[in-house]
């Protein structure tokens, strides 16, 4: 459900734009109660948004504080990296032959999810049977293709051959 009638957010929005203000030409600007624009002012001074200039004001009505807006410091330009302790250079010389090395063979991983949601579905544990056999002759296809290039391996080469 949307927030009905003025909030903060549109308040600093204002700010913003005016950038030197009365808190009756923020209440005028805004189309608020002047009282809700001083609730407004206040919150903005404790957040540091805005400050007090020191002058005074005397328009048409009681004599007002002008109030400016302060921009925010510029922030970091790129992402500093955290390490943990033991992966610092620095303080762990040798550090990254700690590491293990990436030896492992790729798994294929079947989760029982999937068993499941098959028997749900007409054609669907058909489906799987059939991808398992194509998986199973695909893994056969590729040992085959190693034995063979392994066994061209230690055949002789043909210059060494007799004739």
């Given at each position: ?19 030197a ?6 209440a ?19 957040h ?58 790729p ?5 029982d ?33 190693k ?17």
């Amino acid at each position: 459900m949307p927030i009905a009638g003025p909030n903060y957010a549109e308040f600093r929005q204002w700010v913003r734009w005016l950038r030197a203000f009365t808190p009756s030409e923020i209440a005028e600007v805004m189309a608020i109660h002047p009282q809700l624009a001083e609730r407004f002012i206040k919150a903005g001074l404790w957040h540091e948004m805005i400050e007090d200039t020191g002058i005074r004001l005397n328009g048409a009505g009681p004599e007002e504080a002008m109030y400016r807006w302060i921009k925010l410091p510029s922030g970091p330009r790129e992402h500093f990296r955290t390490w943990a302790p033991e992966w610092k250079p620095e303080v762990t010389p040798g550090c990254y032959s700690l590491a293990p090395r990436n030896r492992g063979m790729p798994v294929r991983i079947r989760s029982d999810k999937d068993r499941r949601r098959a028997g749900s579905k007409p054609g669907e544990g058909h489906r799987m049977r059939m991808n398992e056999l194509a998986y199973q002759r695909h893994q056969e296809a590729i040992q085959k293709r190693k034995d063979a290039q392994k066994s061209k391996a230690h055949k002789e080469p043909k210059w060494k051959r007799q004739k």
